[in-house]
């Protein structure tokens, strides 16, 4: 199987930029592809062998190929692909369906579910997916000595957060291989959409002799084990990730593609011009191009459940204040950004859960939540003069914006800084790094104020709340509000489906009007995709599927 000779391909690519730039502009985003790499012998198609490759530009390196310390899309677009938990989401609905477990059963209070694996599951070193591989990993993800940033979504199971809290143990978490094939997991309370939970990668398996033998089993294809619609085959760290068809899947007839290549190409000028010589097949938007590009015959629009926001650390001055970090958020154009900076159609915020869950009482989540939060600079500006009030100061400490290294980040950073520059006279220094050194800073509450998202992964507002409940890894902000853990609290815990949604508005207005975040935008999933490329599948609430992908 012949595959892309990547740095040959960056190498070519940059230049041709580099040369781009020079002759003044943007001459060569035209559409004309004569400028081909020859020596890399790809096409948009194929390899030279007729193998069926995708060329996908992932943008970053992997956090991490382990389920639990992944959590985050550069990470997971690989993982969805290379694993698969007990159900996954179907093709046409963002609906589970069975995968690992072939089917199962749900207990009459809804506690306790009963998967039954299917007997062609295997993992890629041949050995059998077993009910104990799902046992040890949920335990795993919950177990305080892996420092999962994703623990939290093992909390619907009994026992799961007092051991990860450190008040029980793992014996008392209530997950049980009844036998090889069965798997018994007993709720803490009856969730309905559990089924979706168990597709999330943050749930996937990992072979539990491989973990314990080598703790960087994840980080190289000679040791990484999956149990996927692809297997890992090549690596080059910051470079590319190769999968191949996995011809042991269980529904390997489904796969249409021979293989994947994960190219890490930041910029996204480089991309574009990769893309424009028919050497990456799918692709974001540069966002200078946006405008140009959105209804372009070859750009393919997802929604997705998902936001961009920005993190206070409540924890530092002067954002320990409320009305500073309201009024900060209130002096944010988010609709400019929108329609001048990422150009994508994107719904400004107006309150912080994704507006387009469906509600019990019918129509919308904000239809009946209502919009909690505008750009009022009038106010903005009410508010940070009581704020330094409050606190006594005749001038505001520096403030400092961080960001993680690319494009549209830095362009967003700097419109930010001139809005609150001219609506609250504040001046604001900006500075950016290296994806993974910018997460585990900001993970560690090393960053003032610092840019954000979060990308739903199942179909409930709920998804959104558990974020930001005292503790939990993902809130990163220090902010902690007894009313809200207490509205979440009982939002897990109650039957009825309007109540609960009633419930969960009303720990919303509690954590957007006390201000921990600066609201901004939510998310389309926007991306130049090839004609030739097909049935890629990108739910709302999902990672990219590349299982029923091909290419003509």
């Known amino acids: 199987m012949k595959k892309l000779n990547t740095k040959l391909l960056f190498t070519g690519a940059l230049a041709a930029s580099m040369l781009a730039a020079g002759c003044g502009g943007n001459e060569n985003a035209s559409g004309n ?43 997971y677009s690989i993982l969805n692909n290379v694993m698969e938990g007990l159900t ?48 040890y990993s949920f335990k795993r993800l919950a177990d305080p000595e892996t420092a999962s940033p994703a623990a939290h979504h093992a909390y619907w199971i009994a026992g799961a957060e007092a051991f990860n809290e450190g008040e029980g143990s793992e014996d008392d978490m209530m997950v049980e291989a009844l036998d090889e094939k069965t798997l018994e997991v007993t709720l803490e309370n009856p969730v309905d959409f559990f089924e979706s939970i168990v597709a999330m990668p943050q749930l996937f398996p990992v072979h539990k002799e491989t973990v314990e033998e080598n703790e960087d089993w994840a980080n190289s294809p000679d040791t990484f084990v999956g149990n996927g619609p692809f297997v890992v085959s ?21 796969v249409n593609l021979d293989g994947i290549e994960y190219v890490m190409v930041e910029d996204s000028n480089t991309a574009y011009q990769l893309y424009q010589n028919d050497e990456v ?20 629009v997802y929604p997705r459940s998902g936001i961009e926001f920005q993190r206070f650390n409540v924890e530092e001055e002067p954002f320990h204040n409320r009305n500073i970090r309201a009024a900060f958020a209130k002096a944010i154009n988010a609709q400019e ?54 606190e006594g100061y005749d001038t505001l400490p520096e403030v400092t914006l961080s960001y993680n290294t690319d494009d549209t980040h830095h362009t967003v950073a700097q419109a930010v800084q001139e809005m609150l520059q001219q609506n609250l006279g504040v001046e604001v220094t900006l500075e950016n790094q290296e994806w993974a050194v910018f997460l585990d800073a900001q993970r560690d509450l090393e960053l003032q104020y610092s840019r954000s998202s979060f990308l739903g992964g199942y179909n409930d507002p709920m998804n959104y709340l558990d974020n930001f409940t005292t503790g939990n890894p993902m809130n990163r902000t220090g902010w902690s509000n007894e009313e809200y853990d207490q509205l979440v609290s009982e939002a897990l815990s109650e039957p009825d489906p309007e109540t609960r949604f009633e419930l969960m508005a009303e ?32 739910h709302p609430v999902g990672f990219v599927e590349f299982k029923w992908a091909d290419l003509e």
């Not at 599951?121 to 104990?132: L, R």
């Open 507 to 538: 720990a919303e207005r509690v954590f957007v009007e006390d201000y921990a975040i600066v609201p901004l935008y939510y998310y389309n999933s926007t991306f130049l995709e090839k004609p030739e490329v097909t049935d890629v599948v990108r």
């Open 33 to 75: 592809n004569e400028g081909n790499d020859a020596e890399t012998g790809n096409n948009q198609e194929a390899s030279s062998d007729g193998d069926k490759i995708l060329i996908f530009n992932n943008s970053e390196e992997p956090t991490s190929l382990d389920p639990p310390i992944g959590n985050d899309e550069y990470s």
């Open 281 to 300: 097949h799918i692709t974001d938007i540069p966002s200078e191009m946006a405008g140009e590009l959105i209804d372009g015959p070859e750009t393919a």
């Open 88 to 135: 996954r989401l179907e093709k046409d609905e963002p609906v589970p369906e069975p995968a690992m477990a072939e089917e199962w059963d749900v207990s009459d209070d809804g506690l306790v579910y009963t998967f039954y694996l299917r007997d062609d599951a295997y993992w890629s070193n041949g050995e059998p997916v077993t009910a104990e591989d799902f046992e």
């Open 234 to 254: 090549e690596w080059e760290n910051d470079e590319y990730l190769f999968v191949t068809k996995n011809e042991d899947y269980w529904d390997a007839d489904t």
């Open 337 to 390: 950004i929108v329609d001048y900076i990422t150009q994508e159609n994107q719904p400004v915020m107006t309150g912080y859960i994704f507006d387009d869950f469906a509600h019990p009482a019918g129509g919308t989540y904000r239809e009946h939540a209502g919009d909690l939060h505008e750009f009022d600079p009038d106010e903005a500006q009410q508010l940070l003069e009581q704020g330094m009030e409050e």
